[in-house]
């Protein structure tokens, strides 16, 4: 019998962020969290900007989380098509990463959000510190 994974949640990116290894946790000037490896962020909750806007009311999105990514081709992978909870805006253009609205990562499952937290620590992390995880969670 396959395991059915549950559903993502804005409190399981704070939780699998943190359970990576050698990561600080830390606010940005606006109080929003930000979560880095080795001075670099990873994973972090943005500010409202004027790039991420409702298209019918113009208001700014108040829930973006922002998740590097390994490539830009990870990047269009996961941002082409309409399902997709991922997005990215003329602002990140050029920089390997995408973001989500808080209120759309429950289209996610739990192991899909764990994939996605992973591989934007291991963009970040020191190379010697990405191959200490890897030889410890084969097959991740």
Do not use: C
């Not at 962020?41 to 806007?53: L, Q, Y």
């Not at 808080?102 to 010697?128: F, H, K, M, N, Y």
């Amino acid at each position: 019998m396959a395991v059915v994974s549950r559903r993502a949640r804005v409190e399981d990116v704070h939780e699998l962020a943190m359970a990576m290894p050698h990561v600080d946790a830390g606010h940005g000037p606006h109080g929003n969290p930000v979560y880095q490896i080795g001075g670099k962020s990873f994973v972090f909750f943005r500010n409202p900007r004027p790039d991420a806007v409702d298209p019918g009311t113009g208001e700014r999105y108040a829930d973006v989380i922002v998740f590097w990514v390994p490539s830009e081709a990870d990047k269009q992978a996961l941002v082409q098509g309409q399902a997709s909870p991922f997005f990215t805006t003329s602002h990140f253009d050029g920089h390997p990463s995408v973001l989500v609205r808080g209120s759309r990562i429950g289209e996610l499952t739990l192991q899909e959000l764990t994939e996605i937290v992973q591989d934007a620590w291991l963009t970040q992390a020191s190379p010697s510190r990405a191959a200490a995880w890897l030889s410890a969670h084969p097959g991740e």
